[in-house]
């Protein structure tokens, strides 16, 4: 059974910088693709980064240049490196992980709150 537990949202000023990580209990070499996913009240779950294993990952176009998605398959963790972060960055972020065989996972999520 695979669960994910998101963690290192908090309160941050614009331009600030924040590292999410998701750590992986059970085996994170079933999931062949980590991602990371934001929602805000209201809105769609929109998609944020993804990381297939061993391939080059790939951002929204609203994040790129700013957020880095890496995973350390050794540790289990997957970390999302987000700076220059906006205002329009708050939300909840969540882990996502999906399996070779189709199955998908989600964390609970993480909050990220950019204010001054």
């Known amino acids: 059974q695979v669960q994910l537990v998101e963690s290192g949202g908090g309160l941050v000023q614009p331009g600030g910088s924040l590292t999410l990580s998701c750590v992986v209990s059970?085996?994170?070499?079933?999931?062949?693709?980590m991602g990371w996913y934001r929602q805000t009240p209201g809105e769609r779950r929109e998609w944020v980064a993804g990381?297939?294993?061993?391939?080059?990952?790939t951002y929204a176009d609203s994040v790129k240049g700013r957020f880095t998605i890496s995973r350390d398959n050794a540790k289990k963790i997957v970390y999302l490196q987000m700076s220059s972060l906006k205002p329009e960055d708050t939300a909840l972020y969540l882990c996502?992980?999906?399996?070779?065989?189709?199955?998908?996972?989600w964390g609970k999520g993480t909050l990220v709150t950019v204010s001054s």
């Open positions: 996502n992980g999906k399996s070779w065989g189709g199955m998908t996972y």
């Open positions: 059970g085996n994170i070499l079933a999931l062949n693709v």
């Open positions: 990381a297939i294993n061993g391939g080059t990952p």
